[in-house]
Nanobody, 122 residues
Framework: QVQLVESGGGLVQAGGSLRLSCAAS????????MGWYRQAPGKQRELVAH???????NYPDSVKGRFTISRDNAKNTVYLQMNSLKPEDTAVYIC????????????????WGQGTQVTVSP
């Protein structure tokens, strides 16, 4: 089917930057929207960035101006550049993609990565 693999998480001090990557692989015909979510302990999963197949982006107010999502369609990869990080950004960051793929038939479905930990120290 389709696999999403994130990379780039880690520990950073407040005010620092990280760049996350998520590469999709498998029987992919095309990728529609892609997004990054995050989930902190005891909290619900929340969307932090969304990008359409045409490059349109959307962010919640909590990260607007600090986070930038981009994609490389040739590499089936989505990126999240995170600047001016705050301790409250600490969470597992999870990639999502809506993928048109083939098995015995052509299908479209949402896929999720395993997540990558981002920890921001004060």
């Amino acid at each position: 089917q389709v696999q999403l693999v994130e990379s780039g998480g880690g520990l950073v001090q407040a005010g620092g930057s990280l760049r996350l990557s998520c590469a999709a692989s498998g029987n992919i015909l095309s990728i529609n929207a892609m997004g990054w979510y995050r989930q902190a302990p005891g909290k619900q999963r929340e969307l932090v960035a969304h990008i359409t197949s045409g490059g349109g982006t959307n962010y919640p107010d909590s990260v607007k101006g600090r986070f930038t999502i981009s994609r490389d369609n040739a590499k089936n990869t989505v990126y999240l550049q995170m600047n001016s990080l705050k301790p409250e950004d600490t969470a597992v960051y999870i990639c999502n993609a809506n993928v048109r793929y083939y098995t015995a038939y052509i299908r479209t479905a949402d896929f999720w990565g395993q997540g990558t930990q981002v920890t921001v120290s004060p």
